[in-house]
């Protein structure tokens, strides 16, 4: 089993707790409070890599750190992102600044961790809301938002896909709501984080098994935690 | 000064404002209230002596008016018209120059009312009635609720001799501040509106800034800050707490002393704090005296004001008024295994350093502790611990077991400018209720989270393999039915020196759900007989009167007759008897009687069935609660907990 840390960012009320428990427990609720300080949680996935034409099953268990996307925990974020190994930048594609605060999260990013291993997944949420208004059916949920029922969408997929791009940013966007596209991005991060971690976790895997007994080894990959480069993993 | 029109009363008859006498004084009534004729306020001379500027409030209710709907419909009168109010203030004027009290005057109009209305029809069967209920509570056998099928053929609810309890008892936090008896504000010193329980932002704006000249009028005339400004006829109470950059206003028609109100108001600050830390809030404003705090606050802190609000105006919250905690009744011997388990694990943990690790807690379902893990000589206060658990059962309710939570939060009695960091997490229950305990564990360093994971992974595996994780979730408290004390519907038991009180299982409505709107009416009504109890045993400051009291306090729909009666006092007790209300044919004849019991050790607060009368019979049975409660001591409360 692999283990890796993830985290949440974005501005608040984009849905990034929505996102995480459409992944962890494959529920959406209406009304969730919003989040204070951070939660944090686990789920595990199953990836089929194919090394070399062998598919095999390798588990990964995400511990996951979903943030509060309000401003006066800001200070705090750096206790969540620093060890992760992926990110997930979440905006809202109804709101137009939602964007603009996730370019900042990624620039954070960017600046303070300072790590090419880093995945960094760029997500617009609520795409349910624009397929609705698109239909010509004025759709009961839309008026979750009570002040504006009908949302638009207000930044376009090429948009983002462009930004995404320009920083190397995988991208993807989604529905807590329905479903879509959320199982997907915690498999695409897992192909990703096995990929570049690969050749790290065999050798260390082949000196477990050649070292002791064959059997189930656990393998946790975390960045030190510090920028000393000699300070020993926990 | 500019008013909104939705606080200018256009009914007001010019003849009703003689009554401001004063040449410069302008008689404005600033809080709309229901759709009926108002009138203002007759404010008595002593009232302009002692404020210059006084600010009377308009009256819902005139008093030919309730005259009349006496003799129709026989709403009781209510009582914050509050006889008791103005009793205590007649004998404790001039305590406070600011708190201004009600006239000789008020009490003699609102005792005759009920008198005459009575008297047409309220007597006729009060006595029977009285007489055979009181024999059927009397008998042994038909404790209430006990397994012996035999209950007492009359009914043994409470009845409501609160008129707001029915107006109001949906009042919701909402944008009507029109209709609302009670209303608390929360504004900046530079009159900014910050929060408002009822009212739309255009009715408060207009309301604030006057209230804050009101304010600052004091602060720069008076020798003393401006408290309270009391109405004389409706029992209105205006109270402010100046915690500058913040002001804070309570609205209260419901007759709370000023102290009551002056609590709930450093409870809704404390939540600020809790919230931004005061030294935050202090730099704010220190940039610009004229900050909008609205922007700064998330919409989470106005879900949690509206939360505690709703709290200490509608639910059954004695934890403010009693200043103390709700223990989990929990068997002694499982407390201690509790507390050594904790203790072990610690031990066990020599890695996490002292301040790692401040305290732990266990919160049971409804806000009820459980354990405390703490270090020795040091406590939480109640305040804090009473925010915390607000949060936890109103922010993380949805929560469940499958996710912890780190959240800073301030802890304004512990430490006002710093913050401490919780880890939150709620505990596996396989029973049927989906309300579950939470395990606490608060430190002071905002990265070691991951110690009190790993601490709390441990513990809960080693409750879980000592059966106290089953006990903790199959801990119901106790019934009324429990304890050998007939006659009584319900009580609050204090102990004060462990700082926390218990109280039985509410029975009666007992299968209506928690949020229905005759569960919240009936805590309505019970906190407010609780709290008129209360006030019968506290000074105008909060401070308990003597050492020891025993006060009764009776609810009678009956005249004069009674009165005479009850002069015969028990001769160690000081008594307060007042008559409240008015019956009709309909309704239930109200004929309750409460008492307050002070000792140096505990305080016992004691609602009695409706129909039973003699204080006696009241007494003996208040004495068994006490010495069961005394008794059972060390299952009921937590005297040390787990002391490291």
Same mark, same amino acid.
């Given at each position: 089993?692999?283990?890796?840390?993830?985290?949440?960012?974005?501005?608040?009320?984009?849905?990034?707790?929505?996102?995480?428990?459409?992944?962890?427990?494959?529920?959406?609720?209406?009304?969730?409070?919003?989040?204070?300080?951070?939660?944090?949680?686990?789920?595990?996935?199953?990836?089929?890599?194919?090394?070399?034409?062998?598919?095999?099953?390798?588990?990964?268990?995400?511990?996951?750190?979903?943030?509060?996307?309000?401003?006066?925990?800001?200070?705090?974020?750096?206790?969540?992102?620093?060890?992760?190994?992926?990110?997930?930048?979440?905006?809202?594609?109804?709101?137009?600044?939602?964007?603009?605060?996730?370019?900042?999260?990624?620039?954070?990013?960017?600046?303070?961790?300072?790590?090419?291993?880093?995945?960094?997944?760029?997500?617009?949420?609520?795409?349910?809301?624009?397929?609705? #208004?698109?239909?010509?059916?004025?759709?009961?949920? +839309? =008026?979750? %938002?009570?002040? /504006?029922?009908?949302?638009? !969408?207000?930044?376009?997929?090429?948009?983002?896909?462009?930004?995404?791009?320009?920083?190397?940013?995988?991208?993807?966007?989604?529905?807590?709501?329905?479903?879509?596209?959320?199982?997907?991005?915690?498999?695409?991060?897992?192909?990703?984080?096995?990929?570049?971690?690969?050749?790290?976790?065999? #050798?260390?895997?082949?000196?477990?098994?050649?070292? +002791? =007994?064959? %059997?189930?080894? /656990?393998?946790?990959?975390? !960045?030190?935690?510090?920028?000393?480069?000699?300070?020993?993993?926990? | 000064?500019?008013?909104?029109?939705?606080?200018?009363?256009?009914?007001?008859?010019?003849?009703?404002?003689?009554?401001?006498?004063?040449?410069?004084?302008?008689?404005?009534?600033?809080?709309?209230?229901?759709?009926?004729?108002?009138?203002?306020?007759?404010?008595?001379?002593?009232?302009?002596?002692?404020?210059?500027?006084?600010?009377?409030?308009?009256?819902?209710?005139?008093?030919?008016?309730?005259?009349?709907?006496?003799?129709?419909?026989?709403?009781?009168?209510?009582?914050?018209?509050?006889?008791?109010?103005?009793?205590?203030?007649?004998?404790?004027?001039?305590?406070?120059?600011?708190?201004?009290?009600?006239?000789?005057?008020?009490?003699?109009?609102?005792?005759?009312?009920?008198?005459?209305?009575?008297?047409?029809?309220?007597?006729?069967?009060?006595?029977?009635?009285?007489?055979?209920?009181?024999?059927?509570?009397?008998?042994?056998?038909?404790?209430?609720?006990?397994?012996?099928?035999?209950?007492?053929?009359?009914?043994?609810?409470?009845?409501?001799?609160?008129?707001?309890?029915?107006?109001?008892?949906?009042?919701?936090?909402?944008?009507?501040?029109?209709?609302?008896?009670?209303?608390?504000?929360?504004?900046?010193?530079?009159?900014?509106?910050?929060?408002?329980?009822?009212?739309?932002?255009?009715?408060?704006?207009?309301?604030?800034?006057?209230?804050?000249?009101?304010?600052?009028?004091?602060?720069?005339?008076?020798?003393?800050?401006?408290?309270?400004?009391?109405?004389?006829?409706?029992?209105?109470?205006?109270?402010?707490?100046?915690?500058?950059?913040?002001?804070?206003?309570?609205?209260?028609?419901?007759?709370?002393?000023?102290?009551?109100?002056?609590?709930?108001?450093?409870?809704?600050?404390?939540?600020?704090?809790?919230?931004?830390?005061?030294?935050?809030?202090?730099?704010?404003?220190?940039?610009?005296?004229?900050?909008?705090?609205?922007?700064?606050?998330?919409?989470?802190?106005?879900?949690?004001?509206?939360?505690?609000?709703?709290?200490?105006?509608?639910?059954?919250?004695?934890?403010?008024?009693?200043?103390?905690?709700?223990?989990?009744?929990?068997?002694?011997?499982?407390?201690?295994?509790?507390?050594?388990?904790?203790?072990?694990?610690?031990?066990?943990?020599?890695?996490?350093?002292?301040?790692?690790?401040?305290?732990?807690?266990?919160?049971?379902?409804?806000?009820?502790?459980?354990?405390?893990?703490?270090?020795?000589?040091?406590?939480?206060?109640?305040?804090?611990?009473?925010?915390?658990?607000?949060?936890?059962?109103?922010?993380?309710?949805?929560?469940?077991?499958?996710?912890?939570?780190?959240?800073?939060?301030?802890?304004?009695?512990?430490?006002?400018?710093?913050?401490?960091?919780?880890?939150?997490?709620?505990?596996?229950?396989?029973?049927?209720?989906?309300?579950?305990?939470?395990?606490?564990?608060?430190?002071?360093?905002?990265?070691?989270?991951?110690?009190?994971?790993?601490?709390?992974?441990?513990?809960?595996?080693?409750?879980?393999?000592?059966?106290?994780?089953?006990?903790?979730?199959?801990?119901?408290?106790?019934?009324?039915?429990?304890?050998?004390?007939?006659?009584?519907?319900?009580?609050?038991?204090?102990?004060?020196?462990?700082?926390?009180?218990?109280?039985?299982?509410?029975?009666?409505?007992?299968?209506?759900?928690?949020?229905?709107?005759?569960?919240?009416?009936?805590?309505?009504?019970?906190?407010?007989?609780?709290?008129?109890?209360?006030?019968?045993?506290?000074?105008?400051?909060?401070?308990?009167?003597?050492?020891?009291?025993?006060?009764?306090?009776?609810?009678?729909?009956?005249?004069?007759?009674?009165?005479?009666?009850?002069?015969?006092?028990?001769?160690?007790?000081?008594?307060?008897?007042?008559?409240?209300?008015?019956?009709?044919?309909?309704?239930?004849?109200?004929?309750?009687?409460?008492?307050?019991?002070?000792?140096?050790?505990?305080?016992?607060?004691?609602?009695?069935?409706?129909?039973?009368?003699?204080?006696?019979?009241?007494?003996?049975?208040?004495?068994?609660?006490?010495?069961?409660?005394?008794?059972?001591?060390?299952?009921?409360?937590?005297?040390?907990?787990?002391?490291?």
């Amino acid at each position: 089993m692999l283990q890796f840390k993830l985290v949440l960012l974005g501005d608040s009320s984009v849905g990034k707790s929505s996102i995480v428990h459409r992944f962890v427990k494959d529920t959406f609720d209406e009304l969730r409070e919003s989040t204070i300080g951070a939660a944090f949680l686990s789920q595990s996935i199953t990836i089929h890599p194919n090394d070399g034409g062998e598919v095999k099953d390798v588990i990964i268990k995400f511990e996951i750190w979903d943030t509060a996307g309000q401003e006066r925990y800001k200070s705090l974020a750096p206790m969540y992102y620093r060890n992760a190994n992926a990110a997930l930048v979440v905006y809202d594609i109804t709101q137009e600044d939602s964007l603009q605060k996730a370019r900042n999260w990624v620039d954070e990013l960017k600046n303070k961790v300072g790590d090419d291993d880093l995945v960094i997944y760029l997500l617009g949420n609520k795409v349910d809301l624009c397929q609705e #208004s698109a239909s010509t059916e004025p759709s009961p949920e +839309s =008026n979750k %938002g009570e002040d /504006d029922e009908q949302k638009v !969408r207000v930044i376009s997929t090429e948009e983002a896909k462009q930004y995404a791009q320009e920083q190397g940013l995988l991208f993807r966007e989604v529905s807590a709501k329905t479903g879509e596209g959320v199982k997907e991005i915690f498999q695409d991060i897992g192909e990703k984080l096995y990929d570049s971690k690969k050749d790290e976790i065999l #050798s260390k895997q082949n000196r477990q098994i050649n070292g +002791s =007994n064959n %059997g189930q080894v /656990d393998i946790h990959l975390q !960045r030190p935690s510090t920028n000393d480069p000699t300070s020993c993993c926990s | 000064m500019n008013l909104n029109e939705n606080y200018l009363d256009t009914g007001v008859p010019k003849s009703q404002l003689k009554h401001s006498r004063s040449g410069n004084l302008e008689c404005i009534p600033i809080v709309a209230s229901t759709s009926e004729p108002t009138t203002s306020v007759n404010l008595d001379e002593t009232f302009f002596k002692k404020a210059p500027l006084a600010v009377p409030i308009s009256d819902n209710r005139s008093i030919s008016k309730s005259a009349s709907i006496n003799s129709l419909n026989t709403t009781y009168l209510a009582s914050r018209g509050s006889p008791l109010q103005a009793k205590k203030s007649q004998t404790k004027t001039g305590v406070l120059s600011t708190d201004l009290a009600t006239s000789n005057n008020d009490i003699m109009q609102a005792s005759i009312i009920p008198k005459k209305h009575s008297d047409l029809y309220a007597d006729w069967g009060n006595d029977i009635r009285s007489r055979l209920a009181e024999s059927i509570y009397s008998m042994e056998t038909s404790v209430r609720g006990s397994e012996i099928k035999r209950r007492p053929y009359v009914s043994n609810e409470i009845p409501n001799v609160f008129k707001f309890s029915k107006l109001n008892i949906n009042s919701e936090p909402s944008g009507n501040q029109v209709s609302c008896d009670k209303n608390f504000l929360i504004f900046t010193s530079a009159g900014k509106p910050i929060y408002s329980m009822h009212g739309k932002d255009e009715q408060i704006m207009s309301y604030t800034g006057l209230v804050n000249t009101v304010i600052s009028y004091f602060q720069v005339n008076g020798p003393s800050e401006l408290k309270t400004i009391s109405t004389l006829t409706s029992g209105k109470r205006l109270t402010f707490l100046d915690k500058s950059p913040i002001l804070l206003m309570a609205q209260s028609e419901r007759g709370e002393s000023s102290n009551e109100l002056l609590n709930q108001l450093d409870f809704l600050y404390s939540y600020i704090l809790s919230s931004l830390s005061e030294r935050q809030l202090l730099r704010l404003f220190s940039k610009r005296e004229n900050f909008d705090l609205r922007n700064y606050l998330e919409t989470t802190d106005f879900e949690n004001l509206n939360e505690i609000c709703s709290l200490i105006c509608n639910r059954m919250f004695p934890d403010l008024l009693l200043n103390s905690l709700q223990c989990l009744p929990f068997r002694h011997s499982s407390r201690l295994k509790l507390q050594n388990v904790i203790l072990q694990q610690l031990e066990k943990r020599q890695d996490i350093p002292r301040g790692t690790l401040l305290y732990g807690l266990i919160i049971a379902p409804q806000n009820r502790l459980c354990c405390v893990l703490r270090p020795r000589g040091h406590t939480l206060h109640t305040t804090d611990l009473h925010l915390l658990f607000c949060l936890i059962s109103h922010q993380f309710q949805n929560l469940d077991e499958t996710q912890e939570l780190w959240v800073p939060i301030c802890f304004p009695k512990f430490n006002s400018s710093g913050f401490l960091y919780c880890y939150i997490k709620f505990l596996p229950n396989d029973t049927q209720s989906n309300e579950k305990s939470a395990l606490v564990l608060i430190s002071a360093e905002k990265d070691a989270f991951f110690s009190l994971k790993s601490f709390s992974d441990e513990l809960i595996i080693k409750l879980e393999n000592e059966g106290l994780l089953k006990k903790i979730n199959a801990s119901k408290g106790f019934k009324l039915s429990d304890i050998p004390a007939p006659m009584v519907h319900h009580f609050i038991y204090k102990s004060k020196q462990n700082v926390q009180y218990v109280m039985p299982h509410f029975e009666v409505n007992s299968k209506i759900s928690l949020e229905s709107s005759q569960r919240l009416e009936y805590e309505l009504k019970l906190k407010t007989y609780y709290q008129q109890l209360h006030s019968t045993v506290v000074r105008d400051n909060g401070n308990i009167l003597s050492r020891s009291i025993l006060n009764f306090v009776k609810w009678s729909s009956k005249d004069s007759k009674d009165q005479t009666v009850d002069e015969t006092r028990l001769n160690f007790s000081e008594l307060d008897e007042y008559i409240i209300g008015n019956s009709s044919f309909e309704q239930e004849s109200v004929n309750m009687l409460g008492m307050a019991w002070v000792t140096p050790k505990f305080e016992l607060y004691l609602i009695g069935n409706n129909g039973v009368v003699d204080k006696k019979v009241l007494f003996k049975s208040a004495r068994k609660v006490a010495t069961w409660c005394q008794k059972h001591e060390s299952r009921l409360f937590i005297s040390d907990g787990a002391v490291f």
